[in-house]
């Protein structure tokens, strides 16, 4: 019966499911990068809008040449920043973030359809490529609770695809593409972009890019190669070519990103599959470590593991510990007589009835046998002796057992009985559960000479004395 066995120096240090559990920090830290990203954008929009109302080109078209952003443009823009900004992560949109939402996608129609013409026809192409970046953002945003997640996902893609397009002409002095945004709108609306695809950080689908554990920083880390490795290898290439870039080289380097993307994110995504499967596997071996089967209770070592949490905060909060050791009467006699299932119904009703009149902070485990060990925290050893009467009690009155073999509470049968050793656990002590432990054994093999079906519980034990 005895145990050799001393408290761990850390609680749970053998608990590989703490170890394994994801940490979602970075999905819990989602609005606040989200609203900063919106911030910055607002703020950047402030610039040209500075220039407009000032009439100071440079703030509006920062090159000559360029061509510069257009007022209905940048106030969709500011109002899709100051819809996300005020964005609530759990919630629906409130009647503010929908108003904004509506004015950006009405500019955007409006630009569309030709409403707003207010370019002059010498500054470049009249911004389509804006309206329909501003749409697809206003649309994205608008499907941010809707299931699926996909569709808002593919909209905020198609407003980040605009933002490359414009990115990659300008950075490989493709003419052609230089138009698709001036520079202040492609500024604008990238962190717009991130900041729409970061409000789905919660979802399934994305969640795997926001856990702070290694496999998840190897996967962003991935993601960011595959990004960036494609582009600044043809901005190298094709810059600094002969003949030029062409639109067709900056659409081949957006299919490639696209491709390198796609890939690392359907291999994350089964990779994370993977390894929830792991981690679930892990669980059931875990229960089956810490579980007895046949009881549903603790086993041994389940025991042991919780009752070392038990006795590291009692020795925290200087609260009493005690345990109760209870080794049911005669139950050999029961698997001889009417069986082993017999027996083992008997040992089933027999721990839920005992684990039943227990609180639940108390520990109950099948500690080997027709043995149970009970651990009472915040218990004394007057305390421990009136639960183990209340569960002797309880057992001798209610469990019977029948000629049959059947297991009852009504009259006739036998009742099962049981004996039961008490002793109070010293905390101050790295061996006090073993001297507990044997204590309370002592008590129990006490209990047993006396006659059975009784409580007997061994002395407090004295201050100072080893």
């Not at 000032?54 to 061509?67: K, M, S, Y």
């Not at 695809?197 to 795997?208: E, F, N, T, V």
């Not at 089956?288 to 389940?302: E, K, Q, V, W």
Request: include cysteine; charge should be positive; proline fraction near 6%.
């Amino acid at each position: 019966m005895k145990e050799t066995w001393h408290p761990p120096a850390r609680a749970w240090e053998e608990d590989d499911l703490l170890q394994t559990t994801p940490r979602f920090v970075l999905v819990r830290a989602a609005p606040t990068v989200r609203r900063l990203l919106a911030l910055f954008s607002f703020l950047l929009a402030a610039v040209p809008a500075v220039g407009l109302v000032a009439d100071i080109p440079i703030l509006f078209r920062p090159a000559p040449g360029d061509r510069g952003i257009d007022a209905l443009t940048l106030g969709a823009l500011a109002a899709l920043a100051l819809a996300v900004m005020i964005q609530r992560p759990f919630a629906r949109s409130g009647p503010v973030e929908r108003g904004l939402l509506v004015l950006a996608g009405g500019i955007a129609i409006g630009q569309l359809l030709g409403l707003f013409q207010t370019v002059p026809h010498d500054a470049g192409p009249t911004g389509e490529s804006a309206a329909i970046g501003i749409l697809a953002l206003t649309s994205a945003l608008s499907l941010r609770r809707r299931r699926p997640a996909w569709p808002a996902m593919l909209l905020a893609g198609t407003a980040g695809m605009i933002c490359l397009t414009a990115f990659l002409g300008y950075a490989m002095g493709i003419g052609r593409l230089q138009g698709a945004l001036s520079p202040f709108a492609m500024l604008i609306m990238g962190p717009l972009v991130l900041a729409a695809q970061i409000s789905q950080a919660r979802r399934p689908a994305l969640r795997a890019l926001f856990r702070d554990d290694r496999l998840t920083r190897v996967l962003r880390f991935e993601l960011a190669l595959a990004a960036l490795v494609p582009t600044s290898l043809a901005i190298a290439i094709f810059r600094f070519e002969q003949s030029g870039a062409s639109a067709a080289d900056a659409f081949f380097t957006q299919a490639m990103i696209l491709f390198c993307c796609t890939g690392v994110l359907v291999t994350g995504r089964m990779r994370d599959r993977l390894e929830r499967e792991r981690r679930e596997l892990s669980r059931e071996l875990q229960r089956a470590s810490l579980i007895d089967p046949l009881t549903g209770l603790a086993n041994r070592r389940g025991t042991l593991m919780m009752a070392s949490h038990a006795i590291h905060a009692a020795e925290r909060n200087g609260r009493p510990v005690s345990m109760v050791i209870c080794d049911l009467d005669h139950f050999k006699a029961v698997n001889d007589r009417l069986g082993h299932g017999v027996g083992d119904r008997a040992l089933q009703t027999a721990a839920m009835l005992l684990a039943g009149r227990l609180r639940m902070s108390d520990i109950a485990g099948r500690w080997g046998g027709e043995e149970f060990l009970f651990v009472l925290p915040d218990t004394p050893l007057a305390g421990a002796e009136a639960v183990a009467e209340i569960l002797r009690h309880a057992l001798g009155e209610e469990l019977r057992i029948m000629p049959s073999g059947d297991i009852g509470t009504g009259p006739g049968g036998k009742a099962l009985t049981a004996s039961f050793g008490c002793a109070a656990l010293d905390t101050s002590r790295p061996d006090g559960f073993e001297r507990a432990l044997d204590a309370a054994d002592r008590a129990l093999y006490a209990a047993k000479r006396s006659g059975r079906n009784r409580v007997e519980s061994a002395p407090l034990p004295m201050a100072g004395v080893g």
